[in-house]
């Protein structure tokens, strides 16, 4: 099969388009056609080698598959071929204390498709049965391919971590992101009110029409003054943030008092000081999240079928043209999603 294989880290690394043997099936797998793979930040992690405890190289990146089941392995006993299926990219065991109560995101023996085994920049990839969730009829495989990670990462962040009151304030770091952009679009339809930051007029452009009430030009130092300013002084209740780094630390500035923070990244650095005294006077949670569960998976994807949630789709490349999607993904010129097409 045609695969797109990194076989040296850097920024750029070297990703070699060519011929990588068929995956098989085995015991409780699957063997997937890939229509389309969404590129995340985790793919650029990856290609430049700073993903704790990845595995060495050679790896096909790509975690957020869409496709046709094209083979079932033995003890694969739901799947059958044909079937139209996205791929929960956070590969759990099914077993541990954790994915008994449904919280796969906390898996004691978690994987990463396309980071611990070979993932969907590829024709074809094998994924475990259990990590499959069906398509609904009204979803195609772009839009499965540019929600199923980022906006159920949104989505675990918004209606799990933390939680949204109707008429709440909600800003949205980097509302021209994959996250960034799912989380516009959720939070709009639980009613609260949204202000986005973006660092161009064209990115703040994009987020305004995906919902956002309010868009902050984040190249301003004093972006948070501006985001009191537009609460009244009050701040917001809810920030999504998936930036890090200094970024976290102005978030704080937005917040306010009972105000909530949750973050599922650290793009810009992964060590931050936090200010503890107006912390706890002012009762503010700072909250984590990583990844997703399969009933958030679920959820975006009902929200996807009933068009309350659109896929924002900045690019689709072909996958020999997967060496541009990642540059173009590097150099912060994307609106949305970039999904690469076999
Ligand atoms: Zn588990």
Redesign the pocket.
Known sequence: MKAVQLIVHGAPGQLVCGEAPDPVAGPGEVVVRVRACGLNRLDLWMEEGSVPGAPPLPRILGGEVSGDIIAVGPGATHARIGDRVAVQSNL?????E??ARGE?SL????RLLGVHRDGGFAEKVSVPERALVGLPEQVDYDTSAALTLAASTAMHMLTHRAQVRSADWVLVIGGASGVGSGAIQIAKGLGARVVSTGSTEEKRKFATELGADYAVDSERPDWPAEVRQITGKRGVDLVVEHVGGEVLGKCFECLARGGTIVTCGATAGRETALKLWPFFVKEQKLIGSYGRRREDILTTLQWAAAGQLKAAIGGIYPLAETRAAFDALRQRQVMGKVVIKP
């Open positions: 759990f065991c099914g077993e541990c954790f994915c796969e898996c004691l023996k978690g």
